[in-house]
Nanobody
Framework: QVQLVESGGGLVQAGGSLRLSCAAPGSIFRINTMTWYRQAPGKQRELVASITTGGTTNYVDSVKGRFTISRDNAKNMMYLQMNSLKPEDTAVYYC????????WGQGTQVTVSS
């Protein structure tokens, strides 16, 4: 079973910053577009940002200009730099890889207080 491991969540005041990390096995990392999802209480899981193996990025409109996704192919790590955080960013954040079979991490809680 593929193991994706997130870290870096926590409690922060509105306007603050956090950096999330996701570690993946190299055999998975190098063949996948890597994606961050989040799920807030009572809401569906939503795609936050993705990054292809070549570094092309995509963001949901609500985080554009505030969040930056990146990957370090030498370390098999993906990151999400989150700036200007808002209370509505409060959620459990998950990393995701599709191939060879869909795999999710355990999630990391991000709580933004107003």
């Amino acid at each position: 079973q593929v193991q994706l491991v997130e870290s870096g969540g926590g409690l922060v005041q509105a306007g603050g910053s956090l950096r999330l990390s996701c570690a993946a096995p190299g055999s998975i990392f190098r063949i996948n577009t890597m994606t961050w999802y989040r799920q807030a209480p009572g809401k569906q899981r939503e795609l936050v940002a993705s990054i292809t193996t070549g570094g092309t990025t995509n963001y949901v409109d609500s985080v554009k200009g505030r969040f930056t996704i990146s990957r370090d192919n030498a370390k098999n790590m993906m990151y999400l730099q989150m700036n200007s955080l808002k209370p509505e960013d409060t959620a459990v954040y998950y990393c995701y890889a599709l191939r060879p079979s869909p795999a999710w991490g355990q999630g990391t809680q991000v709580t933004v207080s107003s």
